[in-house]
């Protein structure tokens, strides 16, 4: 999606700015359906729950689970949707540098990247702690922002407009 917008909807753009606003704005969507949507419907089957009104059946074995997790627990998922915004903030400085500069090989690495943190993330999540899994997560942001941002410092400050 990164690429088809930077090459096609955002040619025009040319600004190093439009890779962290494109970044923002894709970590905020994906934050927003998944934490803010999830939450939001956790919270609406407890409060149906635990107020008396009618649940399906087979739903409330997972209510139940749902309700017994320590309310601080849900707070990780925030902070996993920080690190997540910054991560798509640094792999779209890459797609942006692999377009406007010719680099095609940041492409690729930005989805191996990401691929890699998912997976990461995935498997840690199996056997370590949700701190651990997440400040794992937050090291690998980390490292990958720090090479975005030395990318980034190399890219035009303007919009000028591509030529051909």
Known sequence: GRFLAFRFVL???TARITSLAYGIG????????VAGLTMASNLI???TYTHGRAVPSDLIPAIEALLAIPAPTFLWSGFERL????LHMALSVLVF?????????????AILIHAAVNFMAVVANAYLPIAATELLVLLFTAIAALWAARVYKSLSTTNQRQEG
Request: positive net charge; hydrophobic residues 45%; charged residues 25%.
């Open 45 to 47: 089957l407890g409060l």
């Open 83 to 86: 690190s997540a915004m910054a």
């Open 97 to 109: 540098a692999s377009v406007r500069t010719g680099r095609r090989w940041l492409y690729p690495a």
């Open 11 to 13: 040619r025009d753009r």
């Open 26 to 33: 894709h970590g905020g969507i994906e934050a927003f359906l």
